[in-house]
């Protein structure tokens, strides 16, 4: 049996909110910014959701991957420092970025060389196992999530009935009919900006308005987000569209952490050179300069100044500091505030730091331990 063949077993019809008939037994599908019209027998630009008979299938009750990851991994770094965030992810996308980092289970129905399997899992199980392993937070990465919400949703319904925070790590690419579904269930959710520029995103398989519709929505919705950027030389790092893209965050909101991180020659982007630390510092200065108040660098531990730390913006005080995922010193309030002047620093702050609640080392490297988030 293929994989796509036992993945269409793996299904259940999609959420109501997320299908709409159109005609002739066609039906549209709004998990996420393409919106696929999609006739009878047909799938949608991701293949993992399908028409049969007139009937939306979505994917369900399977995993294509579970581990444990300290959250400054996502990297969510204004959330629990320290905590662990139980990840989880599914298969397919509707991208197709040449240097995906995650492109063995994202890919899987695209390209051959990308070989991944299903294990089926049970919804509660996992919430349960979350909790056995020391997790307060979980995740659904590694895929595209928009693309089977579904099934995240069951596990998040699950998790937050054992007190746990739930989490996208995603492209963006979403709808205002897949945030409203989620809305309920979700507290977390990190978007990759990939460039400013639409013609690029179109390269690879997106659109730019559907994804800053997405961030503008998330924010007013109260869904904490974070913002990832992969530095990539030569494709989105020219100072123009550095200054619209931190521009754009900065006038949604100011307090949104914008996290540019290192570009690592992969999968089918090996021409660019890899991201230096100097690259890093110049894009972030254009960050801060724009109007942000919580710029990271990423991906180069111990090279990009005070860049891993998090500062309050009205005392200049070190509140959280980093190396790599390491949380090395922590200073807040149990409120979330700085301890000199008492400004509110924004975020998901618990009350008390409990330390890094792993046993395992983690920084980033060139190694499969840094190609998945
Ligand atoms: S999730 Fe996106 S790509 Fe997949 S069928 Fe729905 S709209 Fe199309």
Known sequence: MTLAEMLERQTRPAAPALVESIDKNRVRCYACGHACPIPDGAAGVCRVRFNRGGTLMAPWGYVGGVQCDPIEKKPFFHVRPGALAYSFGMLGCDMHCAYCQNWITSQALRDPRAVSSSLG??????????????????????????????????????????????????????????????????DLFKVDLKTFDDRRYRELGGRLEPILDTIRRLHEMGIWVEIVTLLVPGFNDSEPELERLTSFLASVSPDIPWHVTAFYQNYKMTDPTNTTPAMLKRAAAIGRRNGLLFVYAGNLPGDVDDLEDTHCPGCGTALVERYGYHIHDYRLTPSGACPSCGRTIPGRWATTFDGQVTSRPFSPRPSRERTQN
Do not use: C
């Not at 997790?135 to 054992?162: C, D, G, R």
């Open 121 to 186: 899992a049970d919804a509660e199980a996992l919430a349960a196992d979350a909790v056995r392993q020391g997790a307060s937070i979980v995740v659904s990465t590694y895929n595209e999530p928009l693309i089977t919400s579904e099934w995240a949703v069951e596990i998040f319904k699950h998790a937050k009935a054992q007190g746990l925070m739930t989490g996208f790590v995603s492209n963006g690419n979403g709808t205002p009919q897949v945030l409203e579904y989620l809305r309920p269930w979700i």
